[in-house]
């Protein structure tokens, strides 16, 4: 797997695509346990996200990284932009400079990206966060790489992950946010955030099995 | 000179509040609303806050009183994001709203000491209104 800047880009606009497509279901979610805007606030701040790639002359794939970290700050609302903004801009530093990425990239992404979201939400896994969709993911990608097995196998498993991720998050009483304020009444519900991050890591592995040419 | 901020996840409940601060304001605070998420819809916006703070960055101390749930992370992001010399000079102040920062204010009036003037932002908690 390598993808140059312009392919990082059409891979952020694709993760742009599911989040306007799941906006009324990740409303829903939050709906239940937590202020009922995480879908609409994340599709507002992807919406300009693309507009800003689109209108942006960007040279290489940290700086692409730090203008969508800026702009989902700048443009969501609630905290997952603060939460979201912040992973973006700390794993865009992990990649400064760069204008190819590859597997091991990801995997330096993808770590200071979790630590800037523990950082800015003092979360840890278990606290039925996205932590808890995300940790798993990177995992999977660290034990792919390990294995040497194909890029698309290890991002595959990293979506299965997280998937299992959020699944854990219906047995578990929220720690962190708003949900937390119901405490064991919010056992049973899925986690919004770590819903959004699944949708993330499976757009991801989505892109990279549509663009892999065997 | 003291600066104060007014992070609310509307951008009317902050300027009403600022508003209101500045009735007992005689010059001694320089009072920002940074209200609201981009084009007015409700929630924070870690950029207009840091922008509030730079607005205020004469002044020796910057206290930041926020309401509820994302306007405190909103405002560490906001923190994080500005220059270590302003940096230096903001705190978030774990206060009600509209008592914390009309209790600042006054307190200000009278007394130098930043540490009173949080403590009694603080103390503005316990107040009993009937």
Do not use: W
């Not at chain 1, 599911?18 to 239940?32: G, P, Q, R, Y």
């Not at chain 1, 507002?44 to 702009?71: A, H, P, Q, R, Y």
């Not at chain 1, 939460?83 to 190819?100: D, I, P, Q, S």
């Amino acid at each position: 797997m390598s993808l140059k800047v312009r392919d990082v880009a059409a891979l952020i606009e694709k993760i742009g695509d599911v989040i306007e497509e799941n906006k009324e279901f990740l409303t829903e979610l939050d709906a239940a346990i937590g202020d009922g805007d995480h879908g609409l606030n994340m599709n507002k701040g992807f919406k300009v996200v693309k507009d800003k790639m689109n209108s942006t002359n960007i040279k290489d794939i940290g700086e692409l990284f730090k203008l969508v970290g800026l702009t989902l700050i700048a443009t969501v609302g609630g905290a997952s932009g603060p939460l979201y903004g912040t992973a973006f801009m700390k794993g865009g530093m992990a990649v400064a400079g760069k204008t190819e990425v590859d597997m091991n990239d990801f995997i330096k992404i993808m770590d200071e990206a979790i630590k800037g979201i523990k950082m800015r939400g003092k979360a840890e896994a278990g606290d039925k966060t996205m932590i808890d969709a995300l940790e798993p993911a990177f995992n999977a990608l660290k034990e792919g790489v390990l294995k040497e097995l194909p890029a698309v196998d290890i991002l595959k498993n990293a979506r299965e992950a997280a998937l299992n991720g959020v699944n854990y998050t219906k047995e578990i009483a929220a720690r962190k946010g708003r949900a937390s304020y119901l405490g064991e009444r919010s056992i049973g519900h899925q986690d919004a955030g770590a819903t959004s991050s699944f949708l993330m890591i499976d757009a991801i592995y989505e892109f990279v099995k549509d663009n892999t040419k065997c | 000179m003291l600066g104060i901020i007014v992070v609310s996840h509307s951008e009317k409940v902050a300027e009403g509040v600022k508003d209101i601060a500045e009735q007992m304001n005689s010059g001694q605070v320089l009072i920002r609303a940074a209200g609201g998420a981009e084009d007015g819809r409700i929630g924070t916006n870690p950029v207009k806050i840091k922008e509030a703070i730079e607005e205020a960055k004469v002044a020796d101390n910057i206290l930041v009183f926020v309401d509820i749930g994302s306007a405190v992370m909103g405002t560490e992001t906001a923190i994080d994001m500005l220059e270590k010399s302003i940096r230096e000079k903001v705190k978030i102040v774990d206060a009600p709203l509209v008592e914390g920062v009309l209790a600042a204010v006054i307190q200000a009036s009278v007394e130098q000491d930043i540490e009173g003037v949080i403590n009694t932002a603080i103390e503005s908690k316990n107040m009993c209104k009937l």
